[in-house]
């Protein structure tokens, strides 16, 4: 039998497949405050510089005459980050930010090839350990540095665990287990605000928020490697015995159960057609594809973030805005379940769908005077564009990971992430348009939005079609379709019915 087939022998999502997406679903809430961390143990407060001499000030004397009259502890108030040393704290989000992209890229190829479960226990381990070296850190550069490193590993393992959340399980459920990554990932950000309003010390903070990472990582271990990817490798014994382990823990009787074998492999024997990076710009139908899946998740993070920033300017509790930025997407999910599964509307169309919503709530706003009192405001549609590409972000996340096959998935979405984190580098240099005219900034994230919805439709669907696991099932017209057509689908009945 193949894998899918597999799958329904040993239960798609029994006890013992929620039991494991469980504990890597929970792991994003450590991913969460980490990503988050700089923007509480990074805040400036308030501060006043007493009368100093008519000379230049050297920093150590700046540090002598500045008192800060509100009552907060960060790496601001440690090691006087303002004037002209406020640069540091943006420097060291842009070092995390960095990290994951260099995380994304090396991380999601390293899994194709030497398994996921290595990857993801080793780069948890090690960011672990990272991040509490940003909570001891003794001096900025030390603190600058370890907010590097744990990017990088966050980035990689990122991929990773959603990886695997989705592997573990049949493919009718991989748009659940991707959805309730990227919904624990929203409901972590909100607890760290939560955990920032009664923790205030910024090093007993980032101590705390790192420790969950230990508990993730205790039990993670006994996690098995991802049948899928030992399929994909032509490992079918091994993956045989995997799926049996699953299938006892499930109550299911698999004694019998045995794969078919790759491309004709014989057992234990490694498959010829292995994937690669490279493969992503070499294969016809995945250069193509990677190329509009690369501008989607680039405008998703364009505009996320670009967003968040426009959001951001209300004032308030900067704990309870915090908490908001996560539960704004909350009610994204619960529409994203229901409208990729529904025959009508499917992956592709429900993105793009998202990202037009998207991109014409960010038109709307640049009709609608600044500083208004009604339901109606800038901010009230900045929320609205939030909620709509954050849906639109999370089934980019599933519907990559159904376009490529298993032995190039992680690769595939390594690239993917790289741009989206290009985008949000990128994202908060946009606001500074308004130079040029106070709408410009919006109407970015709106050609952003609208372009990428436009250019999403040009991905073929994968709502209940089988998933691709190694390169040579790409050669089938029902994998290789790039474009929609009336052609093509007429192609591809006929293969059915030549089948």
Known sequence: ??????????????????????????????????????????????????????GPSRDRELQQHVT???????????????????????????????????GNVVFGPLSDKIGRRPVYLTGLFFEVIFGYVTAVAPSYE???????????????????????????????????????????????????????????????????????????????????????????????????????FMAARNGNNATNLILQRVGGAKPGSPVRNRGGVLQLAVHPVL????????????????????????????????????????????????????????????????????????GSACLCTTLIPENTGTLLSVTSLALVGKLMVSAAFNIAYVYTSELYPTVIRNAGLGVCSMSCRVGGILAPFVPSMRALHTSMPFTVFCLSGLSAGCLGLLLPETLNRPAAETLEDLSSPRHSRVLESKALLYEEEQWKSNK
């Open 1 to 54: 039998m193949d894998i899918e087939a597999a799958f329904h022998t040993v239960g798609e999502f029994g006890p013992y497949q929620k039991r494991a997406v469980t504990v890597l679903v929970l792991a994003q809430v450590y991913m969460a405050c980490q990503s988050m961390l700089i923007v509480l143990v990074g805040y400036t407060p308030e501060y006043r510089i007493e009368q100093q001499g008519d």
């Open 68 to 102: 800060f009259t509100e009552d907060a502890d960060s790496i601001v108030t440690e090691w006087v980050l303002i004037k002209q040393q406020a640069y540091k704290v943006s420097l060291a989000g842009s070092l995390f930010f960095t990290g994951l992209l260099v």
């Open 287 to 358: 250069r193509l594809r990677t190329m509009v899946l690369m501008y989607v998740w680039y405008a998703c993070s364009l505009v996320y973030y670009g967003l968040t920033l426009g959001a951001s300017d209300t004032s308030g509790s900067r704990f309870v805005n915090v908490a908001m930025y996560g539960l704004v997407e909350l009610p994204a999910y619960p529409l994203c379940i229901y409208f990729i599964n529904k025959s009508w509307a499917g992956r592709r169309k429900s993105m793009a769908s998202f990202l037009c919503l998207a």
């Open 142 to 244: 030390m603190f600058a540095t370890s907010r590097l490193l744990v990017g990088l590993m966050n980035g990689g393992i990122g991929l990773v665990c959603f990886v695997l959340t989705q592997e573990y399980v049949g493919k009718s459920y991989w748009a659940m287990t991707g959805t309730l990554t990227s919904m624990i990932f929203a409901v972590g950000i909100a607890l760290f605000g939560a955990l920032g309003y009664f923790i205030r010390p910024w090093r007993t903070l980032a101590t705390v928020a790192n420790s969950s990472g230990v508990l993730c990582f205790l039990l993670s271990v006994t996690l098995p490697e991802s049948p899928r990817w030992l399929y994909s490798q032509g490992q079918t014994e091994r993956a045989e015995e995997v799926l049996r």
